[in-house]
C-alpha cells in the first residue's frame, strides 16, 4: 500500500480543511483511526500541516468526491506511486544541485525530528559527513544562522522508508543497551 509522504502532517491538513471522516483519512495516511483522533484532539501540535494537493498527492476533485460519499476511499495520484516505487527500487540516488544547497535544512529537520538517531546515522541517510551533522547538532556549523529547515522527504533527499528503518534501528539498539544495563 502507498502512503502520502509526511501521514501525520497530511492527516493534519486533512483534519483541518476538509470534511472527510477520521476513517477515510487514516485509511488514506496508513496511521490508526485513534492516532487520527489524537491529531485532531491536540490543541498545540508539534507537526506542520502539509497539503496533499500542492504537494501534487490528491486533487481537489478526489477530496470533493469522498467529502460527499463517507464509503468512497482516497488514493495517492499515480504519478506519485510511481515516484515512490522508483524512490523504493533504487534508493535515493543523484542530488541535483538546487537540492544540495538544502541538505543542511534536510539534516537539522532530521535532528529535530528524530533526536535518537547517531550522527552517522544521520549522515548515512543524508549522504553528508559525521563532523558536518556534528557541528550542526552543536549548532557550532558555519552556516547555522541561514539554515532553512525542510523536510528532506519533500525534497527527496531520502525516502521516507530509509527514516523509519533508521528509527527502527535506533530504537532496537536503545533497547538492547537498556536490557543489558539492567542485567
Sequence with gaps: MNYPYMPKSTALWLI?????TFEQIAEFCGLHELEIKNIADAETYKIQPLNPILSGQLTREDIAACEADPDARLTLRSEIIEAQQK?????VGYTPKLHRQN??????WILKNYPELSDGQ????????NPTVASVRNKTHSSYSVIQIQSPIVLGLVS????????????????????????
Design 103 to 108: 541538505r543542511l535544512g534536510g539534516i537539522l
Design 16 to 20: 483541518e480543511n476538509t470534511a472527510l
Design 160 to 183: 521516507e522508508s530509509a527514516i523509519h528503518d533508521a528509527v527502527a534501528k535506533a530504537q532496537k539498539q536503545q533497547a538492547n543497551k537498556t536490557s543489558k544495563k539492567k542485567k
Design 87 to 91: 524512490q523504493n527500487k533504487r534508493g
Design 122 to 129: 544521520v549522515a548515512r541517510l543524508m549522504r553528508s559527513t
